[in-house]
């Protein structure tokens, strides 16, 4: 794909965005008309270009949320919005966090995977600058455009890959395009977006065939579904199969007489995955959804379930550093650990590097969330359970987290809020190494360690009942406090500029005024809080600067405040105990406006909205300012 040759790594990316950041600012301050050549590939520049002589600014965000979206029904687009997008990348898109969108020849949006803002609704380089679609449209191939190749400072954050597809005449009739905010993917996502395109263009050109909406001419042309290379089914309103592609009845070969079987049943063959929910029997194997979607082509390294090490955590206080020594000393042993922290504070993350530095770091690291899950379905999704166990219970029954977890390592976050007639049973199954599952008698080994994260004391509410005594002990060989961000506020740079780094807001730097802001609060939701703060301050960021206005607006006020004590504390106003006199900061601005006003007391009174006698009066009367009556330096005090 054209762009992406360059970055066979993420370091040689990153070396390149260094070197385009610096192109970015100049063409776009206009110190350079025209963007650095050895730095900036001709096809971006061109189109830099062409968006300045547009008239768009890079710098304004609300330009380019003013445009509506426009509302486009064809027969072609439905089809490629609900036959070929819904089914094939919708699901995946919101697992792994990336929007898919399909454009028209003019480069409006047709099709929005997952549903999102209206201002990524368009393509057209003359409404947001130069973009993946936009190009794909323009030089008829697939292409990307990475972070702050963008024209507008909006979409720097963004990895964007996209391809066109054509009518048979080979005129291009729209575009494909795919974005996200993780680099470590964009290679897999720029072979997913040519094969998207492909089906695209199979799609566009059957449907292009219809002389009418007439019912029945549709199903009959639909039936070329079958030489299509795309595993696709058309079903009619009634949920009746009523063509499928030759792929797909590969697929399904085995399943009940197509014409018997639902639209539902054959997408669930198609669909399920594998270990999960029900298996439908095709042909003696199991079809997982590995075999018929793009998933395949996405490497582990995309979304991993546990990729956080040690280093990831950033900080440098002695609280911090001290958290991380004893998890490192933990992590090389088999004991239970508790992780004790605020809600935000960093546990998944330490608990993640834990696994990943133990001796079970190649098992699995499995996460179960005890607070999030409906108390009555703590014990199914823990121990798992058989078939017909209870009312609504899977045919196929379904695998707990406890055997999931088998061989390595099971996270318990918000374990205080486990019920306690499900610790009593984990409890049982810590002591014992077995399981049974709901509904079962057999007994299941298992082998594992438990990891527990809570935002409450465990000891105290083991004391008021509220937690099994007996389950602490087990779960607490090691406990280790997290300390919250407020008791490690020296961190909040390190915290910030890293964040950045990490959304490819590398460029865009923090004022003192708003950094004092950030230091200065008290952050109760903890880093988790700070990155939503940042990435609120990017949207409202202008020229590259977090400013005290990008913040939202508690954080100003808290600021306004800390920048005030910073201004005293520059100017030795503030006492050792950190109080400021009100006699000293007023002495201080009169002594000043004083001095600007070569201390003529008329002149001194105007500039601080105050009469000559209360003037003279505060002289005399202010302490820190006797040493200037006592000079005479001023007359009449």
Known sequence: MVGLERFPDKQS???????????????????????????????????????????????????????????????????????????????????????????????????????????????????LGTNAAALALLENRPGCVLAQEHYSRFFHPRF???????????????????????????????????QFAEICTQIFNLAHQLPSDDDEMLRAVLASLANMSAPLLYVDAQDKLQALSHRARELLAGCRDDKESTGRQLRLCLNEDQGHGPQPQTGGRKVSRTDVS????????????????????????????????????????????VLNGESGSGKDVFAQAIHNTSPRRKGPFVALNCGAIAAD???????????????????????????KASGGTLFLDEVE????????????????????????????????RVISASKVDLRKA????E??????????????????????KEDVPLLARNFLDRIGRRSTAVSPEAMAALCAYNWPGNVRELENVLLHACVFSAKGVITMDSLPEELQSIGRVANLRRFLREQGLLTEDGAAPMARIEAELIRSALEQNHFILLH????????????????????????????????NF
Not at 162 to 183: H, K, M, W, Y
Not at 309 to 318: A, K, V
Not at 322 to 336: E, P
Request: glycine content about 6%; aromatic content about 10%.
């Open 160 to 194: 964007c890959v996209a391809a066109p597809f054509r009518e048979t005449d080979q005129n291009v009739v729209g575009a494909v395009c795919i974005s996200t905010l993780n680099f470590e993917i964009i290679h897999s996502l720029a072979e997913m977006v040519e």
């Open 377 to 403: 379905l703590v014990e199914s999704e823990l121990f798992g359970y058989e078939e017909g166990a209870f009312t609504g219970a899977d045919r196929s029954g379904k695998i707990g987290m406890l055997e």
């Open 294 to 337: 793009p998933e395949r082509l996405l490497p582990e390294m995309a979304r991993p379930e546990c990729s956080m090490e040690f280093s990831d955590i950033i900080g440098s206080t002695p609280q911090i550093m001290r958290s991380i020594r004893f998890a490192k000393q933990a992590a090389l042993t088999d004991f239970a650990i």
């Open 467 to 488: 937690f099994r005594e007996d389950l602490f002990y087990r779960i607490s060989v090691v406990s280790l406090p997290i300390p919250p961000l407020r008791d490690r």
């Open 462 to 465: 083991a004391e008021r009942g």
């Open 604 to 635: 001194t009174a105007r500039m601080l909205h105050i009469d000559r006698k209360t003037l003279c009066r505060k002289i005399r009367q202010n302490p820190w300012l006797k040493e200037l009556a006592d000079k005479g330096a001023a007359e």
């Open 13 to 127: 990316f990153q070396r390149y965005q260094v070197r385009l950041h610096a192109a970015w600012e100049q063409f776009m301050s206009g110190e350079s008309r025209t963007p650095d050549p050895s730095v900036v590939p001709f096809r971006i520049a061109e189109s830099w270009k062409r968006s300045q002589g547009y008239g768009l600014d890079p710098f304004h965000y609300q330009s380019f949320v003013k445009m509506k979206k426009l509302n486009i029904k064809n027969r072609e687009t439905q089809l490629l919005t609900d036959e070929t997008a819904g089914y094939w990348l919708g699901d995946l898109a919101k697992k792994y966090a990336f929007n898919v969108s399909v454009f028209d020849a003019q480069g409006n949006d047709i099709a929005l995977m997952p549903e999102r803002d209206h201002a990524l609704s368009f393509a057209n380089e003359m409404i």
């Open 417 to 448: 809020s486990m019920p306690l007639a499900v610790q009593s049973k984990l409890l049982r199954v810590l002591s014992g190494g077995s399981l049974h599952r709901v509904g079962s008698t057999a007994e299941i080994p298992v082998d594992l």
